[in-house]
């Protein structure tokens, strides 16, 4: 019988592909992929945009980090400097890994492969890979429960075979992908106190 999560497995592989990166782990939000980077790299404080998505200067919190706010016009992408993690919620198109990066994608309703849910980080890092696929199944090894070994707190956050498959097909059914070329209509979030803690 094959496996539940070979199609979740083929989704990350044509993505990773397709965008010039070496791995692809899909889970379920790019909130949360932006989470999981920031954890794994323990930022301390990150630089973002003053207009962005609410869910970003969270994931950095979240994540035991302090948001320095700055002004940007972005368009598709843009990095939370100084590391080397990158919100691309709004691009998807061939070549856009930036090398070396924690490159996070979405899945929303509203973007270029609309599965209404899902997110997914490109990388070139195989230690971040191994360790984010137990990150987002409860700390919980591709293995028989059985013969497990838990080591880790995990979350509940990954990406459903279901899910994959209907980006597969969404991904396929599109010929032309290009930015999302409007500047996001977002709020100046510096002026909120409870982003900047």
């Known amino acids: 019988m094959k496996n539940e999560w070979d199609i979740v497995r083929q989704f ?5 592909e397709f965008a010039g990166s070496k791995y692809g782990v899909a889970m379920e939000s790019c909130t949360f992929a932006l989470f999981l980077c920031c954890k794994y790299l323990n930022v301390v404080t990150v630089v973002l945009p003053k207009h962005t998505y609410p869910g970003v200067p969270c994931s950095v919190i979240h994540a035991g980090g302090k948001i320095f706010w700055h002004e940007e016009k972005w368009i598709g992408a843009y990095q939370l400097d100084p590391y080397p993690i990158w919100d691309s919620a709004k691009r998807f198109r061939p070549d856009m890994y930036v090398r070396d ?3 996070c994608l979405s899945f929303h309703a509203k973007k ?8 997914m980080v490109l990388t070139n890092d195989k230690d971040f890979v191994d360790w984010a696929r137990v990150a987002i199944r ?3 090894h591709e ?10 707190l995990g979350w509940n956050a ?3 075979p279901e899910q994959a498959a209907r980006g597969l097909q969404l991904f396929h059914a599109n010929e032309e992908y290009v ?6 209509d977002y709020p100046d979030l510096s002026q909120f106190e409870v982003y900047n803690v």
């Not at 270029?112 to 997110?119: E, F, K, S, V």
């Not at 930015?179 to 996001?184: H, I």
């Open 179 to 184: 930015d999302l070329v409007e500047y996001p």
């Open 143 to 152: 293995v028989a429960f059985s013969k497990d070994k838990f080591d880790m």
């Open 101 to 103: 990066s924690y490159y």
């Open 12 to 16: 990350e592989k044509e993505v990773a």
């Open 138 to 140: 409860d700390g919980k």
């Open 112 to 119: 270029r492969i609309p599965i209404g849910r899902g997110g």
């Open 158 to 160: 990954y990406m459903t």
